[in-house]
């Protein structure tokens, strides 16, 4: 099983331009999250999806910040336009039903 | 209150000491404990997950108080490469979707 994987690994981009992070889950997962972490707010929750239906974005912090998940094995995180604050390293992670959270290795992201 | 709160850090131990993790979670009605490990620069691995009667893992030992809200990780015999920082997971309320992390405690073991 490759696990979760992510595109890019890192991204250097400067502020205001559109930044978008891939992520394919494992395969037969039914659940798909997405993180991000920091050093001052730790590992924050942003959206998650069920069955590729976005459940609770509640997260999300700001309509700067967009996800989509068209199909079950692929999701995008889209920043648009991008701040030096969202600079920070987004994990996404895959589940099935009821089951512990794999998480990919991460897209470390820095907004100049 | 955060909803999830961890001892503070970090931990420096020697190899073969015993060092313990402790964890508090303000909702009541959280269903689901686990103890991740995230090494430096790598994304979290679950550790193991936390049951009502307690559960041990070879040198890792979990306990979980319900009354108080409260969550341990007990690890013996301390290798170098326990070195990582160890969350604190808690589902929310009564779902099983969403987990809040807690912020973590790093853990150095010395030589």
């Known amino acids: 099983d490759a696990g979760v994987i992510q595109s890019p690994r890192h991204e250097v981009t400067e502020m205001g331009q559109e930044v978008t992070l891939r992520c394919k889950p494992i395969?037969?997962?039914?659940?798909l999250f997405w993180y991000r972490q920091t050093m001052m707010r730790g590992l924050e929750l942003l959206i998650y999806?069920?069955?590729?239906?976005?459940?609770?974005d509640s997260g999300m912090p700001e309509d700067r910040f967009s996800a989509k998940m068209p199909n079950a094995s692929f999701s995008t995180l889209k920043i648009q336009p991008s701040e030096p604050r969202d600079s920070a390293v987004y994990f996404c992670?895959?589940?099935?039903?009821?089951?512990?959270?794999?998480f990919g290795p991460g897209t470390r992201l820095l907004v100049l | 209150r955060k909803e999830v709160e961890q001892d503070p850090g970090p931990f420096n131990v020697p190899e073969g000491a015993t060092v313990a993790f402790n964890c508090t979670y303000s909702?009541?009605?959280?269903?689901?404990f686990f103890w991740y490990r995230q090494d430096c620069r790598k994304e979290p691995k679950l550790l193991m997950s936390?049951?009502?009667s307690g559960n041990e893992d070879g040198r890792f030992t979990a306990q979980l108080n319900r009354a108080s809200q409260y969550i341990s990780l007990l690890i013996r015999d301390s290798k170098l490469s326990d070195s990582a920082t160890y969350l604190c997971?808690?589902?929310?309320?009564?779902?099983?979707?969403?987990?809040?992390f807690g912020p973590g405690t790093s853990l150095s073991v010395i030589p």
């Open positions: 909702n009541s009605a959280s269903q689901s």
């Open positions: 992670a895959s589940r099935a039903s009821r089951e512990t959270q794999y």
């Open positions: 936390v049951y009502s």
């Open positions: 395969s037969g997962h039914n659940s």
């Open positions: 997971v808690v589902n929310i309320g009564t779902s099983y979707d969403k987990v809040i």
């Open positions: 999806f069920n069955n590729n239906v976005p459940i609770d």
